[in-house]
């Protein structure tokens, strides 16, 4: 089982800065690539930004595009998620995300943080 860790988060000012960090780990796992995910109160989870392992791609939501930035190593299972010119509409619990396969194995496990609050207010 892979182990997910984020940190960071709190309160911030509209137009303020955050950073949000997430170390994976887990004996016997190659992780494959990582991310970060949002979700308020009545609504889905949403993809905010995700980097992969072997080329170090990335993909950003549209709303968050020129605004995060994702950037780390995430085949040791370490990513940052660097958030600036932030808006009331980005208050939502961020989760951290990495995928993740066995030496030789096919199947794609995915590992969950536990969450971290960002709220934009003034």
């Known amino acids: 089982q892979v182990q997910v860790v984020e940190s960071g988060g709190g309160l911030v000012q509209p137009g303020g800065s955050l950073r949000l960090s997430c170390e994976a780990s887990g004996s016997g796992f190659r992780i494959r690539a990582m991310g970060w995910y949002r979700q308020v109160p009545g609504k889905e989870r949403e993809m905010v930004a995700t980097?992969?392992?072997?080329?170090?791609?990335?993909r950003y939501a549209d709303s968050v595009l020129g605004r995060f930035f994702i950037s780390g190593d995430s085949a040791k299972g370490t990513v940052i998620l660097q958030m600036r010119s932030l808006e009331p509409e980005d208050t939502a619990v961020y989760y951290c995300q990495a995928k993740s396969t066995r030496p030789g194995r096919s199947y794609e496990y995915t590992s969950w943080g536990q969450g971290t609050q960002v709220t934009v207010s003034s």
């Open positions: 980097i992969t392992s072997d080329e170090g791609r990335v």
